[in-house]
């Protein structure tokens, strides 16, 4: 089993840290900075940071604050929000990200996947994919959540890893903020028909979540915001309760 990484988000509005209730009703939680350092000394295994209105308003990731963000870190940093060209993943890359994280953009144009595999590698390329339960199925949703794209969560799963992604971050937009546990279904499903890492996102609430995810599914990672945002949990003492009960992660 591989080592579990555990990943702090920082969901990015007008350069502040904001956390809502299924992609919905944000609330002001931080500065990005700060946060980001904190992260960093409490032991997480990678941060991403999400410019989660980029899309939406058809412009470019903050470069200036993913530089502030990457000279307080050492460990791996993923970026992503309205990157749409190969050319704006060499700009992140440049401005300090280790990895960019794809989402609408490569919903609309799939081979973004291949060029920016081909060009900066495999590992620098996350493809983000927000998921619903809808009465058709397992859907995704594009532009921050708002935008229904069409596909079937697990083909386009697929596609990603098939065009050259070498990471998959799950989103589950109906366990979003809510604090009820990771979707483990869609998990196991995407888990099960895809051979690279997964990153489990959306409804971490409790230590047995974190658990619980690493237990039932093979994801290879878990991503929280608000419940560490707000210190109502730590880093260490989450990688501690995993320890004891049997997961190895990075101490």
Not at 206 to 214: A, G, I, L, M
Request: glycine share 10%.
């Amino acid at each position: 089993m591989p080592v579990k990484r555990i990943i702090p988000c920082l969901d990015i509005k007008d350069r502040r840290v904001v956390k809502g209730v299924n992609f919905v009703n944000l609330k002001d939680a931080g500065d990005p900075v700060e946060l980001a350092s904190r992260y960093y000394a409490e032991g997480a295994d990678e941060l991403v940071f999400l410019d989660i209105s980029a899309s939406d308003e058809k412009r470019r990731t903050m470069k200036e604050l993913v530089t502030e963000i990457a000279s307080v870190l050492r460990i791996p940093f993923t970026v992503g929000g309205g990157i749409s060209s190969a050319a704006d993943v060499e700009a992140l890359l440049r401005a300090g990200a280790d990895k960019v994280s794809l989402n609408t953009a490569i919903v609309k144009n799939p081979g973004l996947i291949t060029e920016a595999a081909k060009e900066f590698g495999s590992q620098a390329v996350v493809a983000a994919i927000d998921t619903r339960n809808t009465q058709e199925g397992k859907r995704i949703y594009i532009n921050g959540g708002k935008v229904p794209a069409g596909l079937e969560t697990i083909s386009w799963c697929r596609e990603a890893e098939g065009r050259g992604a070498g990471e998959i971050l799950l989103t589950s937009m109906d366990r979003d903020g809510t604090r009820s546990g990771f979707d483990l279904e869609v998990l196991r499903e995407v888990c099960a028909a895809t051979t690279i890492p997964v990153i489990a996102s959306g409804g971490a609430g409790s230590y047995e979540h974190f658990r619980e995810v690493f237990v039932s599914t093979q994801c290879e990672a878990a991503l929280a915001a608000g419940l560490f945002h707000s210190g109502e949990m730590g880093i260490a003492s989450l990688k501690q309760f995993l320890t004891e009960n049997g997961i190895e992660v990075r101490l």
